[in-house]
């Protein structure tokens, strides 16, 4: 049975860090592309950071760019996103999911394999 769980939400002010973490289990890691998706209040799950199973590939939504950073370590099963420079429009949901895929990494909801349950993220203003 293929796990994700996501963990390191929590409240922040604006201008503040935190890092999320996605441990995964059930599944040959280093097969998969990892991303994180959020889905603000009343909006629609948006696509966050993706990052190749190597890692050699990344993508971020321009929202993030210069601010978020995704990373995997292959032996931990684990995937992060380091948050800086918070706004109170980065609050939300966020969740990890894996995708099998083994060149590039998928932007959509649908290219997406498995989910986690989500952690929160409150950016306070």
């Known amino acids: 049975q293929v796990q994700l769980a996501e963990s390191g939400g929590g409240l922040v002010q604006a201008g503040g860090s935190l890092r999320l973490s996605c441990v995964a289990s059930?599944?040959?890691?280093?097969?998969?592309?990892m991303g994180w998706f959020r889905q603000a209040p009343g909006k629609e799950r948006e696509f966050v950071a993706g990052?190749?199973?190597?890692?050699?590939?990344?993508y971020y939504a321009d929202s993030v760019k210069g601010r978020f950073t995704i990373s995997r370590d292959n032996a931990e099963n684990t995937v992060y996103l380091q948050m800086n420079m918070l706004k109170s429009e980065d609050t939300g949901v966020y969740y990890c999911?894996?995708?099998?895929?083994?060149?590039?990494?998928?932007?959509?909801?649908?290219?997406?394999?498995?989910w986690g349950q989500g952690t929160q993220v409150t950016v306070s203003s």
């Open positions: 999911a894996a995708e099998s895929r083994d060149y590039d990494v998928g932007h959509f909801e649908n290219e997406y394999d498995y």
């Open positions: 059930g599944l040959t890691f280093s097969n998969y592309a």
């Open positions: 990052i190749s199973w190597t890692g050699g590939i990344r």
